[in-house]
């Protein structure tokens, strides 16, 4: 027998389950069932592509044995089982980076934490919430030894050779005082019915049951055996026999939580390809949805047969939120990933997927505003996301997307942005940045206050980037306020004439600030601040540049500035009637500088900015 310590993470996680999950013991029995569901999925897609597996026997079932007496429950399947070196690597280590993300999010909030224990798969160790000591006994489809696993969860376990007649697994559990009340063929059959109803394998009970026994007068126990589950592939049926409570019990399956999903989308396509998807939208975001090794929920099976979990391939990233099941009539079953990337029924399934939930979700916010309110809260960014990406749908993601404005309390749309549009107005504005209250009060917004114009206030951190591609919603185009193609819409007539009187001006300024500023303008846009900063069209925006760089694009061009000068400001008029002296530079370089701090540039040289401000004072104190 050889005795091998756990990881330590394992111990670290053994922990943390007990006292995180205290809550929810039950859930030991969903996780078990579950990974024996997985083990025997994996052996029925063997079976029917690997030549090798072929001919061994396939009989798939899963069954829970319970010795009331002795208080120990066995879970059995006919799955693929494990050898030596897997018990070692499954069951002993932890190898998903997944689960020590699980491990860093951990809050101490029972209810928060067993949600995510789902999430990240720590299944199995979840049995130690309810046993002393716990054995697994497997024997690996297509080997003939067997092996023992024992550990009582705490910092070692052993592995020893085993009898095991046919392949798969058989976990022993020994209760202890929590786990007792399972003991009990009444409550599992229960957990069963509640978690693992719809695994698509049948689930025995073994137990004594007890019978009124009329002769003699009293009850007598008889070791019987029973079914416990439906063991139907809910998503097959149709969707009249089902029930809201059918499919959320299916997704807290599918999702290893407690949460109602939001909503569910089931379809069942025929014609030239056959398929079922059963696609659920999580009420609460995902929370690895911005990590680089984000999960996807998605599960593919072929006839019924499960192929892969994460099937990736058929939704786009930016749908990554979606949980559910694709079932497809048209697909090998021996499907590979590299196989699905070029598949054509991959494509049709991908695309027809992707417009049906966006129209789902189109129609539940014109019908339901309160339950899209919820779902945009949640997922906002992600349909942004999608408008970066997703050219074919642009369209509908632009009507699903909302958006902060100055004119609307919450969240608007952009089809009441139209509607509420100013005769004679020509574009729909918005303004990007990273803080709202910044953007609320920029300069760049005063002319469209006084125009009384709606402006749209992109504050998101991907905003900037994704908009920069957005041309236009139907054919209204959308202008950002700081691009310098905006300010023809602005300008009046009465306005040329100033333009011309501070001309002189400009090139002086332009003079002092020679090689960083690419002009000097006079400005259509600013009505109670003297300067502002603006790009041109084709150009990334000051902020932009600076995201750029810190994502690493070190070989930008130096992209320069344009400043905007307000001709009707008092301090600009007075500039316009000075002589050239230091004043008047320093002047100019505060007008810059006073334009990049409020368009969130640091300064390059703040000390100098300092030493004009404070001469600047001095004159005026
Ligand atoms: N009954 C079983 N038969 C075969 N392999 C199993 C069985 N139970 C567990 N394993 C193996 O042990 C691994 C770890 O199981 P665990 O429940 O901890 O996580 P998981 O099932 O991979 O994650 P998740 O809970 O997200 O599905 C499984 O991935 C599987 O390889």
């Given at each position: 027998?050889?005795?091998?310590?756990?990881?330590?993470?394992?111990?670290?996680?053994l922990?943390?389950?007990?006292?995180?999950?205290?809550s929810?013991?039950e859930?030991?029995?969903?996780?078990?069932?579950?990974?024996?569901?997985?083990?025997?999925?994996?052996?029925r897609?063997?079976t029917?592509?690997?030549?090798q597996?072929?001919?061994?026997?396939?009989?798939?079932?899963?069954?829970?044995?319970l010795?009331?007496?002795n208080?120990?429950?066995?879970?059995?399947?006919?799955?693929?089982?494990?050898?030596e070196e897997?018990?070692?690597?499954?069951?002993?280590?932890?190898?998903?980076?997944?689960?020590?993300?699980?491990?860093?999010?951990l809050?101490?909030?029972?209810k928060?934490?067993?949600?995510?224990?789902?999430?990240?798969?720590?299944?199995?160790?979840?049995?130690?919430?309810?046993?002393?000591?716990v054995?697994v006994?497997?024997?690996?489809?297509?080997?003939?030894?067997?092996w023992?696993w024992t550990?009582?969860?705490k910092t070692?376990?052993e592995i020893?050779?085993?009898?095991?007649?046919?392949a798969?697994?058989?976990v022993?559990?020994?209760?202890?005082?929590?786990?007792?009340?399972?003991?009990?063929?009444?409550?599992?059959?229960?957990?069963?019915?509640?978690?693992?109803?719809?695994?698509a394998?049948?689930?025995?009970?073994?137990?004594?049951?007890?019978e009124?026994?009329?002769?003699?007068?009293?009850?007598?126990?008889?070791?019987?055996?029973?079914?416990?589950?439906?063991?139907?592939?809910?998503?097959?049926?149709?969707k009249?026999?089902?029930?809201?409570?059918?499919?959320?019990?299916?997704?807290?399956?599918?999702t290893?939580?407690?949460e109602?999903?939001?909503?569910?989308?089931?379809?069942?396509?025929e014609?030239?390809l056959?398929?079922?998807?059963?696609f659920?939208?999580?009420?609460k975001?995902?929370l690895?949805?911005?990590?680089?090794?984000?999960?996807?929920?998605?599960?593919?099976?072929?006839?019924?047969?499960?192929i892969?979990?994460d099937?990736?391939?058929f939704?786009?990233?930016?749908l990554?939120f979606?949980?559910?099941?694709?079932d497809?009539?048209d697909?090998?079953l021996?499907?590979?990933?590299?196989?699905?990337?070029?598949?054509?029924?991959?494509?049709?399934?991908?695309s027809?997927s992707v417009?049906?939930?966006?129209s789902?979700?189109?129609?539940?916010?014109?019908?339901?505003?309160?339950?899209?309110?919820?779902f945009i809260?949640?997922?906002n960014?992600?349909?942004?996301?999608?408008?970066?990406?997703?050219?074919?749908?642009?369209?509908?993601?632009?009507?699903?997307?909302?958006?902060?404005?100055?004119?609307?309390e919450?969240?608007?749309?952009?089809?009441?942005v139209?509607?509420?549009?100013?005769?004679?107005q020509k574009?729909i504005?918005?303004?990007?940045?990273s803080?709202?209250s910044l953007?609320?009060?920029?300069?760049?917004?005063e002319?469209?206050?006084?125009?009384?114009?709606?402006?749209?206030?992109?504050?998101?951190?991907?905003?900037?980037?994704?908009?920069?591609n957005?041309?236009?919603?139907?054919?209204?185009d959308?202008?950002?306020?700081?691009?310098?193609?905006?300010?023809g819409?602005?300008?009046?007539?009465?306005?040329?004439g100033?333009?011309?009187?501070?001309?002189?001006?400009?090139?002086?300024v332009?003079g002092?600030?020679?090689?960083?500023?690419?002009d000097?303008?006079?400005?259509?846009r600013?009505?109670?601040?003297?300067s502002c900063?603006?790009?041109d069209?084709?150009?990334?925006s000051?902020k932009?540049?600076?995201?750029?760089r810190?994502?690493?694009?070190?070989d930008?061009?130096?992209l320069?500035?344009t400043?905007?000068?307000n001709?009707?400001?008092?301090i600009?008029?007075?500039l316009v009637?000075?002589?050239?002296?230091?004043?008047?530079?320093?002047?100019?370089?505060?007008?810059?500088?006073?334009?990049?701090?409020?368009?969130?540039?640091?300064?390059?040289?703040?000390a100098?900015?300092?030493?004009?401000?404070?001469?600047?004072?001095?004159?005026?104190?």
């Open positions: 027998m050889s005795k091998r310590e756990f990881q330590t993470e394992v111990s670290q996680l922990q943390l389950i007990i006292h995180s999950l205290y929810h013991p859930i030991f029995l969903r996780e078990l069932i579950s990974n024996s569901s997985d083990a025997l999925d994996k052996l897609h063997l029917l592509v690997e030549d597996y072929k001919a061994l026997p396939f009989d798939p079932r899963i069954d829970l044995e010795d009331e007496e208080k120990i429950l066995r879970i059995a399947d006919t799955g693929i089982g494990m050898n897997d018990l070692v690597s499954h069951l002993g280590t932890i190898a998903r980076s997944g689960t020590k993300n699980f491990l860093s999010q809050s101490g909030d029972a928060k934490d067993s949600n995510l224990i789902g999430q990240f798969g720590v299944g199995f160790y979840s049995v130690f919430m309810v046993a002393d000591h054995e006994i497997s024997r690996k489809a297509g080997e003939d030894k067997a023992r550990s009582d969860g070692s376990f020893e050779p085993a009898e095991r007649p046919v798969g697994t058989t022993i559990i020994h209760l202890n005082e929590e786990g007792k009340q399972y003991a009990n063929s009444w409550q599992l059959k229960e957990i069963v019915k509640k978690y693992s109803n719809h695994i394998f049948p689930i025995f009970l073994t137990y004594d049951k007890s009124w026994n009329e002769a003699d007068k009293k009850s007598v126990k008889t070791r019987t055996t029973e079914q416990i589950n439906a063991a139907s592939a809910l998503w097959r049926r149709s009249n026999e089902l029930k809201d409570d059918d499919y959320k019990e299916l997704y807290k399956s599918l290893g939580g407690f109602d999903p939001l909503f569910w989308f089931h379809t069942k396509a014609g030239s056959e398929y079922t998807t059963l659920y939208i999580p009420s975001a995902p690895d949805l911005f990590q680089a090794e984000y999960k996807t929920g998605v599960k593919l099976y072929v006839k019924r047969v499960f892969m979990d099937a990736k391939e939704l786009p990233q930016y990554r979606v949980r559910g099941i694709i497809s009539e697909l090998p021996n499907v590979s990933r590299e196989i699905l990337q070029q598949n054509r029924v991959l494509t049709s399934i991908r027809a417009k049906k939930i966006l789902e979700l189109k129609n539940i916010a014109e019908n339901q505003p309160e339950q899209y309110q919820k809260a949640e997922y960014r992600l349909l942004k996301e999608g408008l970066y990406g997703d050219f074919a749908n642009r369209e509908t993601l632009l009507e699903l997307i909302r958006f902060k404005s100055t004119k609307a919450g969240m608007t749309s952009l089809a009441d139209k509607a509420r549009m100013k005769e004679g574009s504005y918005y303004i990007t940045g803080a709202e953007l609320r009060t920029s300069p760049l917004l002319i469209y206050r006084k125009k009384d114009l709606e402006v749209l206030v992109l504050d998101d951190e991907i905003d900037e980037i994704v908009f920069a957005v041309e236009k919603y139907g054919d209204i959308l202008k950002s306020v700081n691009k310098t193609s905006t300010d819409d602005l300008k009046d007539e009465s306005e040329s100033k333009a011309e009187e501070i001309k002189p001006l400009l090139e002086k332009k002092i600030l020679g090689d960083r500023v690419k000097v303008r006079a400005s259509v600013l009505a109670d601040s003297p900063i603006v790009s069209d084709e150009e990334p000051m932009m540049q600076q995201m750029l810190a994502m690493g694009q070190k930008l061009p130096a320069k500035p400043l905007e000068i001709p009707d400001h008092e600009v008029r007075k009637a000075r002589p050239d002296d230091a004043v008047a530079e320093d002047a100019a370089w505060l007008l810059f500088d006073q334009a990049l701090l409020l368009e969130g540039v640091p300064l390059q040289d703040p100098t900015f300092v030493q004009r401000l404070n001469r600047m004072l001095n004159l005026s104190v």
